[in-house]
T-cell receptor, first 116, second 114 residues
Framework: EPEVTQTPSHQVTQMGQEVILRCVPI?????FYWYRQILGQKVEFLVS????????KSEIFDDQFSVERPDGSNFTLKIRSTKLEDSAMYFC??????????????FGEGSRLTVL | AQTVTQSQPEMSVQEAETVTLSCTYD???????LFWYKQPPSRQMILVIR??????QNATENRFSVNFQKAAKSFSLKISDSQLGDAAMYFC???????????FGAGTRLTVKP
């Protein structure tokens, strides 16, 4: 069964360092998303991506964050200069459908980011 | 802004019994979708069941069913004949029609006792 895969499963970094989290969405999916979950808190929407551009983003997704789909298969989330509060589990998701449909999301297992 | 509230941080159920997880949401929109996602200890969230707001009939998927009360903005999940494999964190989620961002509740951790 096709699935969304994420790497790394866990990354530890120093505050101020750049981090790239990688995701391989399901191959025929068209919409891609990043969510995050700070320990003990809600899963929060960060950004959605369609047709090689951001379609929606939350207030969390500031200038420190960027996404790209560099090669038609990977979907990456970059955090330019990590802060302690960026420590969280980051989930990638994809869907074959988006607007005006139920748009079921398929999630990856997550990448845990620890900022020291 | 839409908010999703799950008032039960933890629930437990005896194997083979029935349990109901609560979810309420706040919205001024009329067209939206509601979801229950399950997150087992392996961390990957998987869709359990979904409901379109325009449908009056409650969604059912095998042992999982919902009680969707649109006027009350309530969307509870009933798990019948609970199994050990049902033990997980359950998230209620809301998505506006025409938008791609999904809003999640804080989750309910379900324990199934043998």
């Amino acid at each position: 069964e096709p699935e969304v895969t994420q790497t790394p499963s866990h990354q530890v970094t120093q505050m101020g360092q750049e981090v790239i989290l990688r995701c391989v969405p399901i191959s025929n999916h068209l919409y891609f998303y990043w969510y995050r979950q700070i320990l003990g808190q809600k899963v929060e929407f960060l950004v959605s991506f369609y047709n090689n551009e951001i379609s929606e983003k939350s207030e969390i997704f500031d200038d420190q964050f960027s996404v790209e789909r560099p090669d038609g298969s990977n979907f990456t989330l970059k955090i330019r200069s990590t802060k302690l509060e960026d420590s969280a589990m980051y989930f990638c998701a994809s869907s074959i459908q988006g607007l005006l449909t139920t748009g079921e999301l398929f999630f990856g297992e997550g990448s845990r980011l620890t900022v020291l | 802004a839409q908010t999703v509230t799950q008032s039960q941080p933890e629930m437990s159920v005896q194997e083979a019994e029935t349990v109901t997880l609560s979810c309420t949401y706040d919205t001024s929109e009329s067209d939206y979708y509601l979801f229950w996602y399950k997150q087992p200890p392996s961390r990957q969230m998987i869709l359990v069941i979904r409901q379109e707001a325009y449908k009056q009939q409650n969604a059912t998927e095998n042992r999982f069913s919902v009680n969707f009360q649109k006027a009350a903005k309530s969307f509870s999940l009933k798990i019948s004949d609970s199994q050990l494999g049902d033990a997980a964190m359950y998230f209620c989620a809301y998505r506006s029609a025409g938008r791609n961002d999904m809003r999640f509740g804080a989750g309910t951790r379900l324990t199934v006792k043998p």
